[in-house]
């Protein structure tokens, strides 16, 4: 399968050339495919909050390129770049809290450029460190859609009918996605007959994303609004619900996109298989549960505003950006170390002393 998803490759959204990085501005699509030149670390953190790049993993990636950028930014303005360089892991930092990746991407670019000598030109190792952490990214993808697959065709075979939820395409990662890199695998193995998903609001990523790179790629596609979930699910014979995460909890716990929790509770309802598919750095051992993390929430105006104008002057707005999906609605999370059925704090554990498969 691994040859057969290479070949396949037709979208990124992460390019690092020229000495720059290059987002394609995932705000304008499906409309226009435009490409922001980030020159500075400060350029990247504001890319990573104002949505031209998302998705946990992508966001990493982007993170440890933008330190790249900051060292060399720090260098030709002849100030110390060790010192210099611990203001923009801040700034980075913060650009977007939630994402375990981004403080993963660069705790690990920290630790590279503490291995630097004095005197030595850092660039060099920096920029190996980055290209190795997109290049991981790329390879986990590659074996998750592998065992994701396998699970599927274990389980039920062939005539597949996926439900999934945001976007999880290769426009959020470093490769070919994480959930829909599984679809992607199964669809080339001939597994799949349609796809359903959900608008999500409200930044339409399901609707502008999601639904451009499945239909991109030929693979059957349905749009529905989010709301429409549970009637799908009991009327268009789902087989599957397969969808990313932000962040794994200790125990199990999922945290993803606002609309998942609700989506597993419909799924076991009508038994369902509710799979998770999430690289191991997603997975946040240091959080117990999904009630230690304060949700994310974005700007009142998402909600209130259509096409710059107010649309109701007398109500407030409350806009999570993820929820919390219980451990217990998970039949399983998939992740470039193996698959985790019925996952829980021991499991993970287990799961996270383990080497990758690639």
């Keep these: 399968m691994r040859d057969r998803l290479l070949a ?3 979208v990124k959204a992460i390019d690092w050339r020229e000495d720059a990085l290059y987002l394609l501005d995932q705000r304008s699509l499906p409309f226009e495919a435009n490409w922001v030149a980030c020159l500075s670390a400060a350029s990247v953190a504001q890319a990573i909050r104002t949505m031209v790049v998302r998705g946990a993993p992508a966001i990493g990636i982007s993170a440890a ?3 790249v950028l900051g060292a060399r930014e720090h260098l030709a303005a002849g100030v110390d770049w060790r010192a210099a360089l ?3 892991f801040t700034l980075l930092a913060q650009s977007r809290p939630t994402a375990p990746n981004l403080l993963w991407a660069l705790q690990r670019m920290r630790e590279r450029a503490a291995r630097v000598k004095r005197g030595d030109d850092p660039l060099p190792a920096l920029e190996a460190e980055a290209r190795a952490i997109h290049e991981s990214d790329r390879e986990a993808n590659l074996t998750m859609a592998q065992l994701g697959v396998d699970l599927i065709r274990k389980q039920q075979g062939n005539a597949q009918t996926i439900l999934t939820h945001c976007h999880t395409g290769a426009l959020a990662t470093g490769g070919f996605g994480t959930a829909l890199g599984v679809i992607r695998g199964a669809f080339l193995e001939g ?3 349609r796809v359903y998903t959900g608008e999500t609001r409200p930044w339409l990523q399901g609707a502008r994303l999601t639904a451009w790179e499945l239909a991109h790629e030929g693979i059957p596609v349905t749009l529905s609004t989010d709301s429409a979930a549970a009637h799908i699910l009991k009327t268009k014979g789902i087989t599957w619900v397969i969808v990313g995460a932000d962040r794994i909890c200790a125990n199990g716990d999922v ?8 989506m597993a509770v419909a799924a076991m309802h009508h038994g369902v298989r509710f799979m998770v ?5 997603v997975i946040d051992m240091s959080v117990p549960t999904g009630d230690e993390l304060p949700i994310e929430e974005r700007d009142a105006s998402e909600l209130l505003e259509i096409g710059g104008r107010r649309i109701e002057a007398d109500v407030s707005a409350y806009n999570p950006v993820f929820d919390v999906t219980p451990s217990d609605l998970i039949d399983v999370i998939v992740t470039e170390k ?3 059925e019925r996952p829980d704090a021991a499991k993970l554990a287990q799961l ?3 080497k990758r498969l690639h």
């Design 255 to 262: 945290i993803n996109k606002i609309g998942t929790y609700q």
């Design 338 to 340: 193996g698959a985790v």
């Design 191 to 193: 597994m799949v007959e």
């Design 86 to 88: 611990e203001a923009d």
């Design 352 to 354: 996270m002393c383990r």
């Design 8 to 10: 396949a490759e037709k």
């Design 65 to 67: 390129y933008a330190l």
């Design 277 to 281: 598919v999430a690289a191991s750095s």
